[in-house]
């Protein structure tokens, strides 16, 4: 059973930066970030291939930045220029895959094994 273990989540100012880590129990992975704020339904962010191919929602390109250190099995999200809506529980999630093949990864709808979630609060 492939386990996910988020990390790096907090309390921030806005304009602050945050790293979030996820610790993944397998490789053959697509690897992906979700994010649900209070209130709203949770949203795909970004996802990574382990080929190191990303794909990422409109709204948050040019601020987040997926990435991976694939010998730690391990997907990254920074998020830098924090606003107060980007206040959420981030939740990495992943679903296996081999090989890579075309924008797979990219499909929100395949990802079905969660992480418990990490809270990021940005105050204003």
């Known amino acids: 059973q492939v386990q996910l273990a988020e990390s790096g989540g907090g309390s921030v100012q806005a304009g602050g930066s945050v790293r979030l880590s996820c610790v993944a129990s397998?490789?053959?992975?697509?690897m992906g970030w979700f994010r649900q704020a209070p209130g709203k339904e949770r949203e795909g962010i970004a996802t990574?291939?382990?080929?190191?191919?990303?794909s990422y929602t409109d709204s948050v390109k040019g601020r987040f930045t997926i990435s991976q250190d694939s010998a730690k099995s391990t997907a990254y999200l920074q998020i830098n220029s924090l606003k107060p809506e980007d206040t959420a529980m981030y939740y990495c999630?992943?679903?296996?895959?081999?090989?890579?093949?075309?924008?797979?990864?990219?499909?929100?709808?395949?990802?079905?094994?969660w992480g418990q979630g990490t809270q990021v609060i940005v105050s204003s």
């Open positions: 397998y490789r053959r992975l697509c």
């Open positions: 999630a992943a679903f296996v895959v081999w090989p890579v093949t075309g924008g797979i990864c990219s499909d929100w709808t395949r990802y079905n094994i």
């Open positions: 990574i291939a382990s080929d190191g191919g990303t």
